[in-house]
């Protein structure tokens, strides 16, 4: 029998999770281990070239196919990953539209990530997307979605997917919106979407209005205490010097509220539900979530009938990085 009665347990969980998590650790310096600029992806990543989701619209490419049809490019300092924007499809076909996805080939537990993106994949029928997971095994490993969104619609979206319990309060040290605040997988919403989201509250944080700023930072935070990410537009004189420049070491000490933090608590034990994670980044067309919401997002048509017929829309469907540091 238990001691303590569940009510007590509950009240006693409640008083925990609120105000004990709220600080950003601070202090921690990590220092760069791979500075992936250029031609440096094509060493440091894996192109994958995963099944399209049944409700997708992709088809993804090899790296040496990419690269021989432009698709991927990289030169000494910059990194480009496109969709297919010269081929009508064949509707009758399974086959979708070539697109990358690649996979960073090192797992990282603690660590930093510093993406200084020059432009992100825009258009009706769209699903940029950078994340922290092992699809090897999916998401009993847990997940981290840095930023994504769909159809050119701001803002970004930050999501931590948990394969056992984690609940976080909803007013956290952060700047962004908590959506949701049940982060475990099972924890079906109303949307069917599930994990705990943070919305940007900036228009510049994704899709055209981030592109046409020349793009920006984003900058994720990973250790057994806490998960944060920040965002800086590239017109943000505020960015810290060491994540503009690319400095050999770094540390978030004296830096703003993050757009989305996900601290460690009773109620949510951060080391419990992530594992390692290899670093992904795609561009998605159509899916379950670009799809879904395609028609709400004022797009024309239908998702995979816009997606077959017009090749040319696709032509801004495009990641182009300066730089993805990685810190540990
Ligand atoms: C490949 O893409 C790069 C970057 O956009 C561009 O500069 C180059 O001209 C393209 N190459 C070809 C053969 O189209
Ligand atoms: C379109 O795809 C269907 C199904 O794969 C195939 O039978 C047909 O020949 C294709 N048409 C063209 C014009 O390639
Ligand atoms: C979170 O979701 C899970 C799975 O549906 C559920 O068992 C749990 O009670 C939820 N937690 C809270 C605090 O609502
Ligand atoms: C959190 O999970 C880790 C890994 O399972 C475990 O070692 C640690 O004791 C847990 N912490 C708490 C406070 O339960």
Redesign the pocket.
């Known amino acids: 029998m238990p001691s303590i009665s569940s009510v007590a347990l509950s009240a006693l969980a409640c008083l925990l999770a609120l105000p004990t998590a709220d600080a950003v650790p601070t202090g921690t310096t990590y220092k760069l281990t791979q500075n992936n600029v250029g031609t440096s992806f094509l060493q440091n990543f894996d192109w994958e070239t995963t099944p399209n989701s049944p409700t997708g619209r992709v088809a993804y490419t090899t790296q040496q196919a990419s690269l021989a049809s432009n698709l991927t490019y990289a030169n000494a300092n910059t990194f480009i990953m496109r969709v297919d924007h010269t081929t009508t499809l064949n509707s009758s076909s399974t086959v979708g539209r070539q697109s990358v996805r690649i996979k960073s080939n090192a797992q990282y537990g603690t660590h930093m990530a510093v993406f200084d993106i020059r432009h992100m994949p825009q258009g009706c029928g769209t699903w940029p997307a950078i994340w922290e997971a092992d699809d090897s095994v999916g998401i009993v490993n847990g997940e981290l979605d840095i930023l994504e969104g769909v159809n050119s619609l701001s803002p970004s979206y930050t999501t931590l997917h948990t394969p056992g ?3 976080l309060s909803a007013t956290r040290s952060q700047t962004g919106t908590a959506v949701y ?8 919403q109303a949307s069917g979407n ?1 994990g705990c989201s943070v919305s940007s509250t900036t228009s510049n944080s994704f899709g055209p209005t981030f592109n046409s700023n020349g793009g920006g930072w984003y900058v994720v935070e990973r250790n057994p205490t806490s998960i944060s990410v920040w965002f800086w537009a590239r017109n943000d004189k505020t960015v810290p010097a060491t994540v503009s420049s690319g400095a050999s070491s770094i540390s978030t000490t004296g830096w703003k509220t993050p757009l989305a933090y996900f601290p460690s608590s009773s ?1 949510c034990n951060l080391s419990a539900n992530l594992k390692n994670h290899n670093i992904i980044i795609n561009t998605m067309l159509c899916g379950s979530w670009a799809g879904s919401r395609y028609a709400a997002s004022g797009c024309p048509s239908d998702c995979i009938s816009y997606v077959n017929a017009n090749p040319s829309a696709f032509v801004n469907a495009y990641w182009e990085f300066a730089a993805l540091r990685i810190y540990t």
């Open positions: 319990s984690c609940t605040n049940n982060c475990s997988s099972s924890a079906a599930n109620t």
